[in-house]
């Protein structure tokens, strides 16, 4: 079976670790994200198609350099082609019965279950749902008990939502939906392929499932998922390697070859690899990104330093994103993924 792992798009609710890397190469607890999906995959699944397109090299590179043990093709999109889109230019690869994964989302959910969910409905299209309090970021399911959804509407006004199960980004999906799909044309999967689906088969369904949902989507829940995954693993922290540490930390997660001095506290900080804070220095839900360095007693809140930026000595900073490169040419001013028409 193949899977088709959307792996483009910007990220660009999380610049400015996106103007330098991948979204699907973000490390959570210093891996790459997408390794997370990829070990997920059922072992039917031999064929992974990663399709890309805003810094395809560094995901090339990381599949050349890490081996999961499946085939995997990097389809790289001319331009971006929206979730839809993507999924068309996947065609040439598939040949039968297919995944589709999004790549920003870390959760409990068992692809095999969804399988055999989908097999027993002889269903042509089944999508994972996951319930939420504020559905207005999401795709939302309008799922009756049987599972069969019978609307979908993406990010809705919180009134027009028809339920709390919002699409929780894992598709299982019968050749024929590529049918539905124009070529070479940016569409979303999500507003215009979904709701075509629906109404034209009544073999639309949604799978719930237990246990925990994260999405990746914005700084605040980049942290979200860190400070989740390190307490369920029961840790205090997670660290790198050659980290070389003097102050307090907790519900952290420091990169490789960190250096972090006396008298310095870190709560809910993500610190990339070789980054280098000084003394005395005070750091709260933060993310300082590689080769960062933060200077002495600086008290610094609820903000995200990129790759490479220098923070002066008794620096105070609340809700900044420090960035003083440029901004990398073609990198949007807003997300246009599967938003369309916005
Ligand atoms: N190849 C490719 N090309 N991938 C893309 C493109 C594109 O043009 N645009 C977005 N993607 C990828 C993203 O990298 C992500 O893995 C996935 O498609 C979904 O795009 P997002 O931009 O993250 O969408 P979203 O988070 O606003 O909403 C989506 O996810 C929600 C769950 O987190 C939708 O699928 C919602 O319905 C869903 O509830
Ligand atoms: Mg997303």
């Not at 009544?202 to 719930?208: L, N, P, T």
Request: with cysteine.
């Amino acid at each position: 079976m193949e899977a088709i792992i959307l792996a483009g798009g910007f990220g660009t609710r999380l610049r400015p670790f996106t103007y330098t890397r991948a979204k699907s190469l973000l490390p959570i607890l210093n891996k790459p994200m997408i390794s997370y999906l990829i070990d997920s995959l059922p072992e039917e699944v031999d064929k992974v198609i990663l399709a890309v397109n805003y810094r395809k090299n560094q995901i090339e590179r990381y599949f050349r350099e890490n081996d999961f043990g499946k085939e995997i093709i990097v389809n790289d999109e001319p331009k971006p082609l929206g979730t839809g889109g993507a999924v068309k230019f996947a065609e040439k690869h598939i040949t039968g019965r297919f995944l589709v994964l999004n790549s920003d989302i870390i959760c409990s959910l068992h692809l095999d279950d969804m399988v055999k969910f989908h097999i027993e409905n002889n269903a042509v299209s089944t999508i994972s749902l996951w319930p939420v309090e504020n559905v207005s970021e999401f795709g939302v399911a309008d799922v009756e008990d049987n599972g069969n959804i019978v609307g979908f509407v993406e990010k809705p006004k919180p009134e027009d939502a028809p339920s709390d199960f919002i699409n929780a980004g894992a598709y299982l999906l019968e050749p024929e939906i590529l049918d539905y799909i124009e070529t070479d044309r940016l569409i979303s999967m999500e507003k215009e392929i979904f709701p075509q689906i629906i109404s034209d088969t009544e073999r639309f369904f949604g799978f719930k499932f237990d246990g925990y949902w994260m999405d990746i989507g914005r700084i605040s829940s980049y942290l979200d998922v860190h400070r989740f995954l390190i307490r369920k693993n029961k840790m205090e922290n997670y660290l790198g390697r050659n980290c070389e540490i003097h102050g307090d930390l907790k519900d952290c997660c420091i990169g490789d070859n960190v250096y972090i001095g006396s008298n310095s506290k870190l709560n809910s900080t993500i610190v990339y690899d070789n980054a280098r804070i000084e003394d005395s220095a005070v750091l709260n839900n933060c993310v300082v990104g590689e080769n960062c360095k933060i200077g002495s007693h600086s008290n610094l809140k609820d903000s995200v330093f990129g790759d490479n930026e220098t923070i002066a000595d008794d620096s105070i900073m609340n809700k900044e994103v420090v960035w003083t490169q440029p901004v990398p040419e073609g990198y949007p001013k807003k997300q246009i993924g599967n938003v369309i028409g916005e």
